[in-house]
Each structure stands twice: as structure tokens, then as C-alpha cells.
């Protein structure tokens, strides 16, 4: 299955110059922010995602995905309510593909 990608807005704060860019697949969640002399990563494992969290506001949503592995919440602002929605929308479907391959084998 192919990765998507999901950019914040250059209209909210902290994304002007480099948004935050969120992908899904079928394998992991990462998020990438840059910044000018460096660039901070993180991935959680969709097997490790207990919960999606989209708190929508008027323009923009944020995203915030708890790991159980107990890491940091991946948290993210300044998406479109329907990429915030695909995200957490693409997570499940993935979490329940594996969950049936697991089941069946």
C-alpha cells in the first residue's frame, strides 16, 4: 500500500517555512519537522498507536497520536479537518488489517 503524505498549512504558526509533514503506511506513522539547521523525526509503529486524538478549530485541526510503547504523543497543528480525519481514518484501517492477518495465521 502506498504512503501518504499529509503537510500542515503554511498559515499557522511554526509551519510558515517548513511545515510539518505527517505519512501513513502500512507499517508506521512519522512525523518530520525542519527547521533551518536541523530536522526532528519521530515514527510509532502502527502496532503501537493506542489513540488518535483530533481537536478541530475553526480553520485548522490538530492531530495528536498516543503510542503505547510509551514514548511522546505525536502531536501536529495546522491540518485541514479532512486530512486530520484520512490520518486517523488510514491508522484504523491498517491496525485492522494486521489484526485480521494475526487472527487468521
Known amino acids: 500500500m502506498p504512503i501518504e503524505s499529509f503537510h500542515a498549512s503554511r498559515f499557522t504558526r511554526g509551519n510558515r517555512i517548513f511545515p510539518t509533514v505527517i505519512e501513513v503506511s502500512d507499517k508506521a506513522v512519522t512525523r518530520r519537522k525542519r527547521s533551518w539547521f536541523s530536522r526532528d523525526e519521530i515514527s ?48 484504523e484501517q491498517h491496525q485492522e488489517v494486521l489484526a485480521a492477518a494475526r487472527d487468521k495465521g
Open 44 to 91: 510509532v509503529s502502527i502496532t503501537k498507536v493506542a489513540s488518535v486524538h483530533i481537536k478541530t478549530g475553526l480553520l485548522w485541526s490538530e492531530i495528536r497520536i498516543e503510542s503505547s510503547g510509551g514514548t511522546d504523543a505525536m502531536a501536529s497543528h495546522g491540518h485541514t479537518r479532512g486530512d486530520a480525519l484520512r490520518i486517523k481514518e488510514l491508522i
